[in-house]
Every structure is written in structure tokens, then in C-alpha cells.
């Protein structure tokens, strides 16, 4: 166990909907990630939140926005869902910022997300 | 090209040979990341190196930064360390690059 927590566990949804994942990170960890994991295109980096701020963008859908609160748990917000976003969806944290062992990461157990 | 190379896509073993999983990388890193991947899909970081070597049991990475290249050994392998390895480089700007993955198996 991690201490990295996501919920929900899996989510089926339809085309054009919109949901929310949501992610506790471990006691102390200031850092919060992002990725999806789908069959054809692998692990990718989405975003990185630090204490509350964006830190960090990667291939992140318009569609898509996250946002880390004050108690430090973030969520991801996927929008006009299309059958392509179906995805395994991973948070992970880390302590902080910078090189090792700063930004050594714990990763939670990962949101299926179904898009019928 | 992706950022972030690894071979061999697949890799079959006998219990107990060891085993080498190669990343190479095209992007200047501040540190560079082995993940682990099981069936049921929970991801556990290895390793995360910015030089040198590092070893825990039965797992040695090591780095060449001059080469832009990581490897990964598992000795005495077991069929519990059959999954999906992951080489991950991380920039100072934060940004991960991901390399596709190597399936292993470990055959009893």
C-alpha cells in the first residue's frame, strides 16, 4: 500500500459526459501527478500540482483540468468524453519539488475509466 | 522518436537467470525512473537514479549519463517478479517521459 489513494476504483460512463477522479496523496507529500495509461499509446504525463499551484504540463487534453485544494487531495476533471479517453488513470505524489529523493514518486492504485 | 527507449518489447526467462531491461533517452534529465508494473495494474517505483548504481535485493540500476542510458538487472530471477518494467525520464521542469514498457516472464 502506498498511501496513495484514488477513487473511484472504475467509472462507465457514456460519450459526452463528464467525470471527476479524485486523489489523496500520502501524508506529507506536497506533490500531486497525473497520468493515463491507455493500451495504444502507454503511460503518459497529464499534469503536476505543488502545493495547490500547477507545476508541470504535459499532454494534456483541453478537454481535461485538474486542480489541487488546500488539504492537498486533487482531482482530475475529463469532459465531452469520447470513447478514446477510456483509460486506466494514475495519481501519484511525491514529497516535493527537484531532483531525487524530492520528487521520488508513490503512485495510487489507478481510476478505470470505461467511455461507452 | 519517442523520448524514451526500452528493450526488448518482451522477454521470457528461465527461473533464475539474470536479466538486463535497457532504456536509452534522448532528453536531458534529472533523474531517471524504473517503475514496475503488475497484471493487476498498480504501478510500485524501483529506482530513481541521477548517477551511479543502485542496488536493492535482488534489483541493481545503473546510469551512464554520458551515454544517455539505463539498465536495468534482476539476478536469480523468480516468477514473481514477472511484469511490466517501465523506464521513465524526469527534466528539471517536471515533465516524464515514458518509454513503452518490457514484459517480462518468468517461467518456473
Known amino acids: 500500500d502506498s498511501g496513495v489513494t484514488q477513487t473511484p476504483k472504475h467509472l462507465i460512463t457514456a460519450t459526452g459526459q463528464r467525470v471527476t477522479l479524485r486523489c489523496s496523496p500520502r501524508?506529507?507529500?506536497?506533490?500531486v501527478y497525473w497520468y493515463q495509461q491507455s493500451l495504444d499509446q502507454g503511460l503518459q504525463f497529464l499534469i503536476q500540482y505543488y502545493n495547490g499551484e500547477e507545476r508541470a504540463k504535459g499532454n494534456i487534453l483541453e478537454r481535461f483540468s485538474a486542480q489541487q485544494f488546500p488539504d492537498l487531495h486533487s482531482e482530475l476533471n475529463l469532459s465531452s468524453l469520447e470513447l478514446g479517453d477510456s483509460a486506466l488513470y494514475f495519481c501519484?505524489?511525491?514529497?516535493?519539488?527537484?531532483?531525487?529523493?524530492?520528487?521520488?514518486?508513490?503512485f495510487g492504485p489507478g481510476t478505470r475509466l470505461t467511455v461507452l | 522518436k519517442n523520448e524514451v527507449e526500452q528493450s526488448p518489447q518482451n522477454l521470457t526467462a528461465q527461473e533464475g537467470e539474470f536479466i538486463t531491461i535497457n532504456c536509452s533517452y534522448s532528453?536531458?534529465?534529472?533523474?531517471l525512473h524504473w517503475l514496475q508494473q503488475h497484471p493487476g495494474g498498480g504501478i510500485v517505483s524501483l529506482f530513481m537514479l541521477s548517477s551511479g548504481k543502485k542496488k536493492h535485493g535482488r534489483l541493481i540500476a545503473t546510469i551512464n549519463i554520458q551515454e544517455k542510458h539505463s539498465s536495468l538487472h534482476i539476478t536469480a530471477s523468480h516468477p514473481r517478479d514477472s511484469a511490466v518494467y517501465i523506464c521513465?525520464?524526469?527534466?528539471?521542469?517536471?515533465?516524464?517521459?515514458f518509454g513503452t514498457g518490457t514484459s517480462l516472464t518468468v517461467i518456473p
Open positions: 521513465a525520464a524526469s527534466n528539471t521542469g517536471n515533465q516524464f517521459y
Open positions: 501524508s506529507g507529500d506536497l506533490s
Open positions: 532528453v536531458g534529465i534529472s533523474a
Open positions: 501519484a505524489s511525491s514529497v516535493g519539488l527537484g531532483g531525487p529523493p524530492y520528487n521520488e514518486q508513490f
